[in-house]
């Protein structure tokens, strides 16, 4: 019963799209079958080359969110614990987090080339955003008494960063790593789309489109889909198991 | 210095209002002093600036230069760390000095065998009950021995039976060490089972509006309470407390 509750939304997401494509109301070649695109999906993977675009995209999204990591975590540690610091760039941030990733394209390009550099950093460049502010705002808004009974055992800076804040700030991390994550899928995929590049999955969406190999286009936005789901359970069940308080 | 806490013309503005009326007090070494107060008479912004963590306006408010000191906050659930064991909760003083794991064992079976647990070190605080967690800050503000000790409601969330062993246990250990303590209470009874000097603070701006020499016997046990001496003195108490409330 509890799987049949569990596994609801996929059937009538299913059911739907089944309907859709056998009723004609969508053109079944903008739409093929459900049965159809998930065999497809199957023997994207018997294809070589497509395992080579996963792994490409894979990449660039992981080594993104490591970026995000080593730059938005210590940074949101300094901007959350000095109140000056926080006033004195909160504007800017704000400002540069409001300017739509995709539009800073062309300064990515002029700056790193057409290579996975480029990707890679303007990806960086937006989730380590996310990441600094989820840090920085949890740490302004912890209970301070945990901070303070620690300097009062005689603790230094040091070690309360790493005793108390990082302690403190982990839950945001785990939250901060899911949005990175999507909001690095996103963009990686858009600009292997439009920067350009040999292998990726945006690559092969916008291939498969062009040669009108629909069932495969949507076998390779299901499994992009596919990545982003798997890579945020993992997530949510490590942060359950690490995250106990 | 030769108090171990001396509080000179306290003076203290929040929102414009005057806190303290000048407030003055001391607390001479290896004594306990008590606080009864209502609410709002600034008894935890008291140990607030005696522990550093406010800013007085004017006056002054001192512990003993040199000397190693505790403070339990009245919020004991934010002080604890819930992503540490108990045990690691209660050794967090000796860990940020550091001291060896050895050294870290040796000292939590020497405070456990002075105050027994009924739970166990490897569980998480937010497992425990209030009382529980209350104890842990309680013997987390112990282990490193202070000179000494400011509490704030260290008993709030414990009940009555236990309350009253815990009193008996820390009066002793305090003694035994000749350590010093400011202690913050809500309860009468507690303030005069501790004290040797109890002080009775009046609404604010604070004063103190009477100070109650307790030369009660030692130990400060159960047994105590049925007598003639703490009826008096917790009578004497009530009514000043009372006086200061109205």
Redesign the interface.
Known sequence: MKYLIKSSGWLVLVALWWTLNQGKIVDPLFLPSPIATLTKVGSLFLEDSFLSHLLATTTRVFTSCLFALIIGTPLGLLLGSSQRCYEGIEGVLDFFRSIPATALFPIFLFSFGVGDVSKVALASFSTSLIVLFFIAHGVRHAPKERAQSAKLMGANSYQIIFSITLWECLPLVFGALRQAFSLACVIIIVTEMFIGTNVGIGRQIIDFQIAYRIEEMYGAVLLAGGIGFLFNLVLARAEAKYIHW | MNSAIEVNKLSMRIDGRELYDQLSFRVPKNHITTILGVNGSGKSTLLNIL???SNSDAGTARLCPHSQ???I?Q?YR??????RSVRDNIT??L???GISSRGKAQKLSELLSEWPIDFSLDT?P?RLSGGQQQLIILLRSLI?EPDILLADEPFSALDYERTLLLRERLFNWLKKRSASALIVSHSIEEAVQLADTLLIFSKSPTQIISRIEAPLHSPRSVELLSTEAFHTLHTMARDSYLRAAA
């Open positions: 522990s550093g963590i000191f505790a403070y906050f919020n934010a002080s604890l760390l819930p992503w967090l003083p860990q940020l000095k998480f937010y490193a």
